[in-house]
């Protein structure tokens, strides 16, 4: 089979792609794993993982002609992770609602549009959740965005929902934790500082901390979301039935919390690097965020949170060491 | 001022625009009524109303150039009907998509052009909830809409409530309740049948009931949906704050209600023009629908339901002399 990756070049683009040609083979149904036989990475730009089976397409999303053409005959399954994120959705409203909104809706079509159904995996985000919120947010919880990115990302999972319900693809969305450790450069997100605060002390890099260090929030970390995001394309749609939205399992860490994981794993001296000065427009919105989650369904189904955030720190140091500074 | 009704010929939108026209003015601040200089109304048709003031632009709202030309340089408010129904949107999904997705956008990204903020009514519905729901719905309750129509003025909500938050526009959206009696031709409404029992029967033609009598609907009546569309396009937008969707006031009523509250009006003749046939698939889907709502917020801030559904059909006998069979 073919498979499509949407945002390919992103850090969580390329990871599931290596994930899915060292494997080799992938399962949609139980018992019923089929060769990968190519994968197309779609994104602005090439990435670094080379493989002979991935084929790198650069293009735009929200153009309706480059995304029908990435489909094949064998095309059985894609993973939308294509997205402009959510402080750049916030600062440019109109190229947000290009790729967050027309991105997914290109895709939809695109899929509906095959002979042979299609498996959709969106990414969809905890940002869909904001604002005045139950101490503890189910998947019943009602979704209220509070920044552009929230809704566009909230309406993909509308839209995933009616085009599955109509049985034009079997579509699945995960809402994604704030992921720690996020490698390579400081992003447009919102909530980067997250990851900030361990990757710029580990490559030995001033970093600031622009939010309380009490301040909590719901992680979890790439190797993690990455083994959900295999395991939401591998469940029969069966096991999802009519409500195609999940909240995913992650771990409640304060900023503290990380610092001190920072500490254990790297000793003391990484921590000189990090300066608390607090930006009242970042607190304004992380205090909107949902920090507790009850993912109840999300464990019954097998998706499964780190163990603890010292674990998220020592993974990050062994699959990053070109990014850790030598002490 | 100049207001736009999309959906201008449709039965709520050509009460819209008389009831508009008739006052001459409105305002949208307290005690700061404006006079309506011009009114546009924008459909696929041309409305039978007639004011020299009224003019009928027939055109397709999921084209932007049609939408960006209804708007003047003092274009102060839009009341947005315009949709393709519940039944419609579910049989043609590229058409309901187009009209109720498509024509928001358009409409949206037209008012944010503007010099001056444009205050934007949408008409929502209760569609928006349905499936496994609590036995009171309220406004807190998460929609989770089981029809592509649903889905859409859901995504509509989402849209007007982020371009409110980002101050493009000054919207908000009502959830409108499922109304009873339409007037006209039985339409591509799931729940015309709430209407066609009373409409028909009077008409001195026969109907069907496709459910059990005992099904209960939120149902309001043309006139006081319209009553509290121009109040919720009144509201400044203080009232509202931050969440820009409503449940609107209704009542609860059984079929069975409705057959004797038409025969309290016309008497015992006309019911021996209902007959009752259940339609699985209509049965289906209508008990998925919430019938029972708590509308404290909507009441506080001065909806107002019917007073029961005797007053409904009197209204409608009152409203339509040339729709009754003379008996």
């Given at each position: 089979?073919?498979?499509?990756?949407?945002?390919?070049?992103?850090?969580?683009?390329?990871?599931?792609?290596?994930?899915?040609?060292?494997?080799?083979?992938?399962?949609?149904?139980?018992?019923?794993?089929?060769?990968?036989?190519?994968?197309?990475?779609?994104?602005?730009?090439?990435?670094?993982?080379?493989?002979?089976?991935?084929?790198?397409?650069?293009?735009?999303?929200?153009?309706?002609?480059?995304?029908?053409?990435?489909?094949?005959?064998?095309?059985?399954?894609?993973?939308?992770?294509?997205?402009?994120?959510?402080?750049?959705?916030?600062?440019?409203?109109?190229?947000?609602?290009?790729?967050?909104?027309?991105?997914?809706?290109?895709?939809?079509?695109?899929?509906?549009?095959?002979?042979?159904?299609i498996r959709l995996l969106f990414a969809s985000s905890i940002a869909v959740f904001g604002g005045e919120l139950p101490e503890v947010v189910r998947d019943e919880t009602t979704p209220t965005p509070q920044g552009s990115y929230g809704i566009q990302k909230y309406i993909g999972e509308q839209l995933v929902q009616d085009y599955s319900r109509k049985g034009f693809i079997d579509g699945r969305s995960v809402r994604i934790p704030t992921v720690v450790v996020r490698p390579g450069k400081p992003n447009g997100a919102a909530s980067g500082f997250a990851s900030n605060i361990i990757r710029e002390p580990l490559a030995g890099r001033r970093v600031?901390?622009?939010?309380?260090?009490?301040?909590?929030?719901?992680?979890?970390?790439?190797?993690?979301?990455?083994?959900?995001?295999?395991?939401?394309?591998?469940?029969?749609?069966?096991?999802?039935?009519?409500?195609?939205?999940?909240?995913?399992?992650?771990?409640?860490?304060?900023?503290?919390?990380?610092?001190a994981a920072l500490a254990k794993v790297a000793g003391q001296e990484p921590l000189s690097l990090i300066e608390q000065r607090p930006d009242p427009s970042i607190l304004r919105l992380v205090n909107t965020w949902a920090s507790r989650f009850d993912t109840a369904r999300a464990l019954a189904m097998g998706f499964t949170a780190d163990d603890d955030v010292e674990a998220i720190v020592r993974a990050y140091v062994e699959d990053h060491p070109e990014a850790i500074h030598k002490l």
């Open positions: 089979m073919h498979m499509i990756v949407t945002g390919g070049a992103g850090f969580l683009g390329q990871q599931c792609i290596a994930r899915l040609l060292q494997a080799e083979s992938f399962a949609l149904a139980p018992e019923a794993a089929q060769p990968i036989r190519a994968l197309t990475a779609f994104d602005v730009v090439e990435g670094d993982y080379q493989h002979p089976k991935l084929r790198y397409v650069v293009g735009d999303i929200a153009d309706p002609h480059q995304v029908s053409a990435l489909f094949r005959d064998d095309t059985a399954a894609i993973i939308h992770l294509a997205a402009v994120v959510s402080g750049t959705a916030e600062a440019n409203f109109d190229l947000g609602m290009r790729v967050n909104l027309d991105g997914i809706r290109n895709l939809l079509q695109a899929a509906r549009a095959q002979a042979k159904p600031v901390l622009p939010v309380d260090p009490a301040t909590a929030m719901w992680v979890a970390s790439p190797r993690a979301v990455v083994t959900m995001l295999m395991h939401a394309l591998s469940l029969a749609p069966e096991l999802w039935g009519w409500n195609r939205a999940i909240n995913l399992p992650g771990l409640t860490v304060t900023m503290h919390e990380e610092i």
